[in-house]
């Protein structure tokens, strides 16, 4: 994915495509575990501007991508017209026939009803079909995250945790939740990718606006000005070096297969 899968989110295409790509870029190492074959069906969960769906393409394989910002799926289609993209929802999506297999980079982090992804997947595919998926997990960006909810105390804001729009899970939390649902879980890793940020001293800024505007909604533009500075402040000795940001990601990799 790119995207989040929730409409709550007001994604900038332009900003995530010029700013942001290497949320696609990394995914791409993620297509190996996908392994695309000619002839195919294949959903991409979360396309975004629709890079990895085009990638994906490339192997011959049919490929239709999906994702609920509508602003993403224009992008998409204008980069990719040859491609199928739609509006669509991680957690109640349908299909018109069932599918080889179901493709997700950086999007699952943002569905919190975990639950209901899994089960619309579940349906979309055939028996052994297999679910490829790369998202945020536990202790995805935590130094950002409690950087954030300090900004918010200094300016006398409380519970900032109710803002917080993701889901972070363990290996053992999602994988629990994937068998539960009947899917066997062939690999599962969790592994730390501290990611470099674009734009320099302007780096976290961006990151914020684009990834955490979550928490900057209700503000004024004064008091989001205030919580930014005050994260840089915080993070600047662990996440700032030789004038520019990197953010603390950690990724949780899954391979299932539908049983």
Known sequence: MNSILTPKHNWDAS?????????????????????????????DLGCGTGQLTAKIAESGAEVRGIDSA?????????????LRFEVADARNFQI??????????ATLHWVKEADAAIASIYQALKPRGRFIAEF??????QSIVQALYKAFDKIGLS????LNPWYFPSISEYSTLLEKQGFEVTHAIL????????????????????????FLTKLSAEEQLQVI???????????????????????????????
């Open 159 to 162: 519970n900032p945790q109710a």
């Open 15 to 43: 900003l995530y495509q010029d700013k942001h790509a290497f949320v696609w870029q990394y995914g791409e190492d993620l297509l190996q575990w996908l392994h695309p074959k000619p002839g195919e069906l294949i959903l």
């Open 96 to 105: 018109d026939k069932p599918l080889d297999a179901v493709f997700s980079n």
């Open 229 to 259: 500075r005050t994260v840089e402040d915080y993070l600047q000795p662990t996440l700032y070096q030789n004038g520019s940001w990197t953010a603390d990601y950690r990724r949780i990799r899954i391979a299932a297969i539908k049983v």
């Open 136 to 141: 945020g997990g536990q202790g995805n960006v």
């Open 70 to 82: 509508a602003t993403m799926i224009e992008t998409a289609r204008q980069n990719y017209p040859h």
């Open 191 to 214: 592994f730390a990718r501290p990611t470099p940020l674009v734009d320099g001293t302007a780096g976290m800024q961006n990151w914020i606006q684009m990834f955490g505007s979550a």
